[in-house]
Structures are given as C-alpha cells and as structure tokens.
C-alpha cells in the first residue's frame, strides 16, 4: 500500500466474500493503539520492547502489517471490470500457471507459502492477465483459510466474467503445521475449485489439469 495510511480507510471486513459470515464496517484501530498491542506482545513474549534492538519493531511491524494485509482495501472485482471484447472470438482456455501465493493463516496469522494456478474459457470477454494475478493477490493478502482462498478466487472471476468454465487450483505450504504444532516440514495442501465446463466436462477439466502440471512448472513455494 504505497502512499497510503490504512488508518485514513474504512473497509468493510472481509469484501466480496459471500462465502464467510460478513459484518459491518467498523472503526480501524489507529496506528498506535497498533504499535501499543505489538509492545503488549514483545512484553507478553518475555522480552523488553525499550531496549534498542526492539525500539523500532512496533512501527515496523504496523507497516509490514499494511503489506501482508493489504487485500483488504483492494476491490476484486474492480480488478477484473476492464475487459477486452476484441478477443471475444477467443475460443481457447486461457490459463496463468504458478502465480506466487503469499498469504496468513487465519488461526495462527502465520504464513501460507506457495502457488494458485488460474484458468477459464472465455465466454465473449477476456481479462489481462496480470489482472489475473492481482486478483489472487488481493484475496490472499488476508487473514485466510485455503480452501475459503481457492473458492474465492474462482467465484469472483465466474461472476464478473461470466465465462464458460474456470479452475483454480492452490498448491501451498501452511507454517501453522510446519514450524508449530505438528511440525511437518514438506507437507503441502493442495486444493481445487471447478465451475462450469471444468467441473461438468471431464475433457475440459483434464485438459486444463494438464497443462498446469506441464512440465517447467516454478518448484512449490518458489
């Protein structure tokens, strides 16, 4: 969120979301009732938030805090309103392979690491791609379960493009059970969302599978 305080925005919580209990917008705690709670923790952990090499971290923290969850205050479906009607004779899927994921974990708002794969058969308009990209972007830079992400993603582009088909598939690795917990280093999750001809035409389905998996494919959580 370049140039912009979240303090100065009001969102309502969790946009675009029909999957997961909406609320109304409230009040963002300002920028150092945030920096108090990040001292609160430093102190809970057991260490001295005033001594030099923890001094700045709270500010720090707030800030990182504007990256990691700037999906909040991002529009998904202003995203994909632009549109190209000149590629309407498009006939062919279209399909963004291993887009770099990065997102927090709800339960323990710690990261998930890994790679979407996106695709969809056009129906008369098609989308840039890189918007494709900041679509996934801007769901996962929230607090998140996967399998909520995955069916995100996938709705949003069914409803505004209204396409044929779309997939999505999410391959990522959860640091909630791999550095806490059961600690499973290696183990990753793998989910899917098929709409249209990608869930009722097992051609369809198996074709775009397939290329996803063609080889060249970036390495999990590269």
């Known amino acids: 969120m370049k140039g912009r305080d979240m303090d100065s925005v009001v969102v309502e919580h969790r946009t675009r979301t029909p999957s997961r209990a909406g609320s109304q917008a409230r009040r963002r705690p300002r920028r150092a009732e945030a920096e108090a709670a990040v001292r609160t923790l430093i102190e809970w952990a057991g260490d001295d938030p005033d001594r030099e090499g923890l001094r700045g971290t709270p500010e720090r923290v707030v800030r990182a805090y504007e990256e990691f969850f700037a999906g909040y205050v991002e529009d998904p479906v202003a995203l994909l309103a632009t549109t190209f009607e000149k590629a309407a004779a498009c006939d062919g899927m279209v399909v963004l392979r291993d887009i770099r994921l990065e997102s927090h974990c709800e339960h323990h708002m710690v990261p998930i690491l890994g790679k979407a794969h996106v695709g969809y ?5 098609v989308v840039g791609i890189s918007k494709l990209a900041r679509l996934v972007e801007a769901f996962a830079k929230r607090m998140q379960i996967q399998e909520a992400l995955t069916s995100q993603i996938a709705d949003a582009i069914q409803d ?33 969302r098929m709409l249209g001809c990608f869930r009722d035409d097992p051609t369809t389905r198996r074709e775009f599978l397939s290329m996803i998996a063609a080889p060249g494919s970036a390495p999990h959580g590269g």
């Open 121 to 125: 058969l056009p129906a008369g308009r």
């Open 160 to 192: 505004v493009l209204k396409p044929r088909g779309v997939g999505v598939v999410i391959e990522a690795a959860h640091q909630c059970m791999t550095t806490r917990g059961v600690r499973k280093p290696g183990v990753s999750l793998v989910t899917s």
